[in-house]
């Protein structure tokens, strides 16, 4: 194994437990509420304090890779969020629970820091693919964090689940400090200034388009995941929750095959790819929309509509890292905003949706999101063109 392999690796490694870190209180919330005592309507802050964290920490730690070594950045917010998921282990009140996932959300943005460094680390002709590696590994840990916090928490209890995770954070801490290279890609720049090129990006043609086929994306995307297990708990299948945690593995198949859109990306496809990936996310909705009489549809939407997302999510990260060069953390933070409030929208939206026009009406919801996105893109496809000939008359 090359010692670029280890890196990507090890990179998308860290990606997977720090993404999980938010993620693993979503299928144990029913036990957390028992053990605290706490009635169901609290239970969605518990969910809502780690994505507040990472929304704070998008804006306000990631763009610091701009500024410091990367390598130190990764070993300080792993240690630190170690940390957070020790305290949420020993929590006994609600406040304090809150308040350790909050710090564990903040710090989770480690993830961008991590794949804007491996950016950087790679070639221009093996940027791609190592954004396929190492995004694969955020959405191992999605959904993955799902199947593996319900089957520790059948074992041990909730709270082994955030001891785990803080093994595991320190062992790559540990891990990042011995393998990887000093950065020398960080700007010199001031804290203030990195911050008003964030705040500039947001006025970028190309940013803000890749943007918004993010929010409409990863709306889609919350869709599914946030309102799936609904149908399948229900009339007539009666799923229970190691039954419904499986869909997710369904899932990583079509997120990990889709790593090779990185190399579309890399010889120069990365738009097209976007464009045809975008078709198959509408249309993986008809499948998926089926669970009423056939789990083997829903199955076929799930792996399509997984693989749709990592393949523009890599596509979209390749075009904004080569053209923000040297700002590559500001550039992917700035980005997964709109990553974050797309994936609360659709969170959000399904279940109203589904609370009033059952499942085909949530379906009918993730295409839209999904028709959204591919209408986004093709605009901005016209832009471009209009672009390039006013330029050539």
Do not use: K
Not at 12 to 28: E, L, N, R
Not at 254 to 271: F, M, V, Y
């Amino acid at each position: 194994m090359t010692t670029a392999t280890r890196r990507r690796l090890l990179l998308a490694a860290i990606c997977a437990v720090a993404v999980s870190t938010i993620y693993a209180a979503q299928p144990v919330l029913a036990r957390i509420g028992d053990d605290l005592g706490l009635p169901e309507a609290d239970l969605g802050w518990i969910v809502t304090a780690g994505q507040l964290g990472y929304l704070i920490g998008l804006v306000l730690l990631v763009p610091l890779g701009d500024m410091f070594d990367r390598r130190l950045l990764l070993v300080g917010h792993l240690s630190l969020a170690a940390g957070g998921v020790l305290l949420a282990s020993v929590a006994d009140r609600l406040w304090l629970l809150l308040s350790a996932l909050t710090l564990v959300g903040l710090l989770a943005v480690v993830v961008q820091t991590a794949v804007s460094y491996a950016t950087d680390l790679s070639s221009p002709t093996e940027r791609g693919h190592t954004l396929g590696i190492v995004t694969s590994g955020v959405i191992l840990g999605i959904l993955g964090s799902r199947v593996l916090a319900g089957g520790l928490a059948a074992l041990w209890g909730w709270r082994s689940v955030y001891l785990m995770l803080a093994v595991l954070l320190l062992a790559l801490a540990y891990l990042a400090l011995r393998l990887l290279p000093t950065d020398l890609h960080s700007e010199r720049a001031t804290y203030g200034q990195v911050l008003l090129r964030l705040g500039r990006l947001f006025r970028e043609g190309l940013f803000l388009s890749r943007g918004l086929i993010a929010f409409f994306l990863f709306a889609s995307f919350g869709t599914l995941w946030s309102g799936l297990a609904l149908p399948l708990a229900a009339e007539p299948w009666n799923l229970n929750t190691a039954q419904i945690g499986l869909f997710g593995v369904a899932g990583l198949a079509g997120a990990l095959g889709a790593a090779r859109a990185g190399r579309r990306a890399d010889s120069g496809r990365a738009d097209i790819v976007t464009g045809a990936a975008l078709v198959l996310l509408a249309v993986s909705w008809a499948a998926t929309g089926q669970v009423a009489w056939s789990l083997w549809m829903v199955v076929v939407g799930v792996v399509a509509l997984d693989f749709a997302v990592q393949a523009v999510h890599v596509s979209n990260q390749h075009l904004l890292t080569t053209a923000h060069p040297g700002r590559t953390s500001s550039a992917i933070g700035g980005y997964m905003i709109f990553y974050s409030l797309g994936s609360a929208l659709g969170a959000t939206a399904t279940t109203a949706m589904y609370s009033t026009y059952g499942w085909a009406g949530s379906s009918v919801l993730g295409g839209a999101f999904a028709l959204c996105a591919l209408a986004v893109w093709a605009v901005g496809r016209r832009v471009v063109t209009d672009d390039r000939r006013s330029a050539a008359v």
